[in-house]
T-cell receptor, first 116, second 113 residues
Framework: SQQGEEDPQALSIQEGENATMNCSYK?????LQWYRQNSGRGLVHLIL?????REKHSGRLRVTLDTSKKSSSLLITASRAADTASYFC????????????????FGQGTILTVHP | GAGVSQTPSNKVTEKGKYVELRCDPI?????LYWYRQSLGQGPEFLIY????????DSGLPNDRFFAVRPEGSVSTLKIQRTERGDSAVYLC???????????FGQGTRLTVV
């Protein structure tokens, strides 16, 4: 079953604006990762945030993680037309004892369209 | 190689036929994953290997699906008696070890007619 649920399902913005996507999940996690996908083929890893981290930055990307709310957000600042893609969160879930299941569970994704 | 390689990139087969999809992971990556993605959906987990053994095959939909990784590198996903519902993009990914970022191939688009 899909654990991560992204919100919104689709987001349309103008170039230069910021884009925020949210992800909620249900079980304990070791880490949460965000991926980008163009044209329905290979996914590209963007950023990984561990369960003991609250915020992480990479270039124009900012990810936050709130394990008490079981949610994460991805912020893309100063968006560009080239950022147009689908964005997925994926969780590396763990059991109650903290042992990783060892697999990533993906959400349904957010389709981001950035208009020039 | 530089990245995860999947072959073929596209495969069209007739209902009832057998197909094999191949994945060449990044050299040295011990973990290998197979996912399936239908149009408009997120990738759905099928199976993952840690070395040569299948650490978790709970995502395989039924016994028509089978995957191997005999030498801990290349993996083959095998689908017997294909059905139209098997049509999807099959994605392979590898990672240096468990719990780290996964690198995905471009996928194999399987179409069962």
């Amino acid at each position: 079953s899909q654990q991560g649920e992204e919100d919104p399902q689709a987001l349309s913005i103008q170039e230069g604006e910021n884009a925020t996507m949210n992800c909620s999940y249900k079980t304990s996690i070791n880490n949460l990762q965000w991926y980008r996908q163009n044209s329905g083929r290979g996914l590209v890893h963007l950023i990984l945030i561990r369960s003991n981290e609250r915020e992480k930055h990479s270039g124009r990307l900012r990810v936050t993680l709130d394990t008490s709310k079981k949610s994460s957000s991805l912020l893309i600042t100063a968006s560009r037309a080239a950022d147009t893609a689908s964005y997925f969160c994926a969780t590396d879930g763990s059991d109650a004892g903290g042992t990783s299941y060892g697999k990533l569970t993906f959400g349904q994704g957010t389709i981001l369209t950035v208009h020039p | 190689g530089a990245g995860v390689s999947q072959t073929p990139s596209n495969k069209v087969t007739e209902k009832g036929k057998y197909v094999e999809l191949r994945c060449d992971p990044i050299s040295g990556h011990t973990a290998l994953y197979w996912y399936r993605q239908s149009l408009g959906q997120g990738p759905e987990f099928l199976i993952y290997f840690q070395g040569t053994g299948a650490a978790d095959d709970s995502g395989l939909p039924n016994d028509r699906f089978f995957a191997v990784r005999p030498e801990g590198s290349v993996s083959t996903l095998k689908i017997q008696r294909t059905e139209r519902g098997d049509s999807a993009v099959y994605l392979c990914a590898s990672s240096l070890m468990m719990y780290t970022e996964a690198f995905f191939g471009q996928g194999t688009r399987l179409t069962v007619v």
